[in-house]
Nanobody
């Protein structure tokens, strides 16, 4: 079973940037579509971005133009570059494979 581990979260001021990483185990990463989700306190988990096996990207309206999802199949890693961060981006960020493998999440806090 594929395991995924997120990293890169932290505390950042509004307008700042962070880059999250999601590393997957095994040898089938290049065959998996990968997705970022987030869950803010007291809210339901929401979709953020997806990158297909061919590198086709899609984004939630709330992050489009500010976040960029990418992948490096040689490193079994997906990234989420987050720019122009807002307090409402504060959440635990999770990655998920197309086989429905979830990580434990990484906390992102945007605050002055």
């Amino acid at each position: 079973q594929v395991q995924v581990v997120e990293s890169g979260g932290g505390l950042v001021q509004p307008g700042g940037s962070l880059r999250l990483s999601c590393v997957a185990s095994g040898s089938i990463f290049s065959f998996l579509a990968m997705t970022w989700y987030r869950q803010a306190p007291g809210k339901q988990r929401e979709w953020v971005a997806t990158i297909s096996t061919r590198g086709i990207r899609s984004y939630a309206d709330s992050v489009n133009g500010r976040f960029t999802v990418s992948r490096d199949n040689t490193k079994n890693t997906m990234y989420l570059q987050m720019n122009s961060l807002k307090p409402e981006d504060t959440a635990v960020y999770y990655c998920k494979t197309s086989q429905d493998n979830w990580g434990q999440g990484t906390q992102v806090t945007v605050s002055p």
